[in-house]
T-cell receptor
Framework: AQKVTQAQTEISVVEKEDVTLDCVYE???????LFWYKQPPSGELVFLIR??????QNEISGRYSWNFQKSTSSFNFTITASQVVDSAVYFC?????????????FGKGTLLTVNP | DGGITQSPKYLFRKEGQNVTLSCEQN?????MYWYRQDPGQGLRLIYY???????QKGDIAEGYSVSREKKESFPLTVTSAQKNPTAFYLC?????????????FGPGTRLTVL
């Protein structure tokens, strides 16, 4: 069974600080996909990134970066120079390629609060 | 603009009543999903549909029903059999049901049972 753990329930930082959100996953499949979503106070989930299990390259998009390490089953998300608009709940999610491949399993989310 | 719409944004229901939540997408996606979110929890899958006139139960389907008569529409009915229906409901769609396609989400419906 697949599982996603986001151990940090809440994080509070001051604007301009860097912050890393942790995500640890469990799966028996060799082919799988990892995602990060942002849920601002409005409620709608916003897709941030998808990574497949064969691509361990780190990715940077502006102030956002992702570190995928298969050896530790982790897919961590770092926001550099955080801003108040980054305040949201962030979800990590896992999808397996075979079998019940509809299933997107979410972690419980990390509430990030960026204070001015 | 392509996207997913959900209505209403807020819904109040008396105990014992059925209520239907609307979800429409104009992304031409084959697959659609319904999730439930409770405070401090991740999303849990209620139902999903990969094609018109077909749908499957997710992890927490009891007390819910769906239909998929049109590609763009996937309404969710919360029945009186659902013991604890107060929650935030999110609809999503993806190009198809394979794991490598990201799901796009609607703005959600917050259901409160009075």
């Amino acid at each position: 069974a697949q599982k996603v753990t986001q151990a940090q329930t809440e994080i509070s930082v001051v604007e301009k600080e860097d912050v890393t959100l942790d995500c640890v996953y469990e799966t028996r499949d060799t082919t799988y996909y990892l995602f990060w979503y942002k849920q601002p106070p409005s409620g709608e989930l916003v897709f941030l990134i998808r990574r497949n299990s064969f691509d361990e390259q780190n990715e940077i998009s502006g102030r956002y970066s992702w570190n995928f390490q298969k050896s530790t089953s982790s897919f961590n998300f770092t926001i550099t120079a955080s801003q108040v608009v980054d305040s949201a709940v962030y979800f990590c999610a896992l999808s397996e390629a075979g079998g019940s491949n509809y299933k997107l399993t979410f972690g419980k989310g990390t509430l990030l609060t960026v204070n001015p | 603009d392509g996207g997913i719409t959900q209505s209403p944004k807020y819904l109040f229901r008396k105990e014992g009543q059925n209520v239907t939540l609307s979800c429409e997408q104009n992304l031409n996606h084959d697959a659609m999903y319904w999730y439930r979110q409770d405070p401090g929890q991740g999303l849990r899958l209620i139902y999903y549909s990969q094609i018109v006139n077909d749908f499957q139960k997710g992890d927490i389907a009891e007390g819910y029903s769906v239909s998929r008569e049109k590609k763009e529409s996937f309404p969710l009915t919360v029945t009186s059999a659902q013991k604890n229906p107060t929650a935030f409901y999110l609809c999503a769609s993806s190009l198809d049901r394979t794991g490598d396609n990201e799901q796009f989400f609607g703005p959600g419906t917050r259901l409160t049972v009075l």
